[in-house]
């Protein structure tokens, strides 16, 4: 299956390059060749979601870069490549609260204060003992950000929420509400998770 609002970028150049196919059969090969990746990139897979309670699945495919964690706050930021699947999807059941995009640059995600500076969109999403912060950011490829949810809108734990076109960073900073309880972080770094499906942190209490 291909990601929501794929089909308008994969469709022209697919039909331009078939045509090319005439004329210019090397031009017109390199762009069926392009197109492919396309429709691998924007691939859209089946995930089965885990029925665990109190958990905090991951947003995002990819790579854990930074974990810190301080009294009832946690901070992880995921890093996708290219060869990711670029869908983000909830890591919890809650309401959106917040949604914020600023527009920025598109500077590499490997330089520093990429949160400040580049094309970024936050959501925040809230229930009963969590607030996170959802920060989807793009990179020096990755030109846009598509939300697919609203504010005041409830979702469940796995939603899809939007996706990073071509990109590059997905961080979270998770506040935990009730006192009761404890979050505990189950993933190292440079650890590969898939969104929906890859258990960041348990809770307890």
Known sequence: MIAKNSSKLILPPFI????LLYYLPLVGFIGILTTSYMIWFFRDPHRIIPTVENVLLSPADGKIIFIEEKLNVIKIAIRMSPF?????????????????KTPGKHVS??????????????????????SIELLQLTGAFARRIECWVNINQRINQGDKI????????????????????KLNTMINLGESVKAGEDILITMEG
């Open 16 to 19: 331009i390059s078939v045509f």
């Open 84 to 100: 990711n699947v670029h869908i983000n999807r909830s890591p919890i059941n809650g309401m959106i609260t917040s949604i914020t």
């Open 162 to 181: 939007g996706i990073i076109r071509f990109g590059s960073q997905v961080n979270l900073i998770i506040h935990l509400k009730n006192a009761e309880k």
């Open 109 to 130: 995600v490997y330089f520093k204060d990429v949160e400040k500076m580049n094309e970024r969109n936050l959501l925040v999403i809230e229930n009963d003992d969590l």
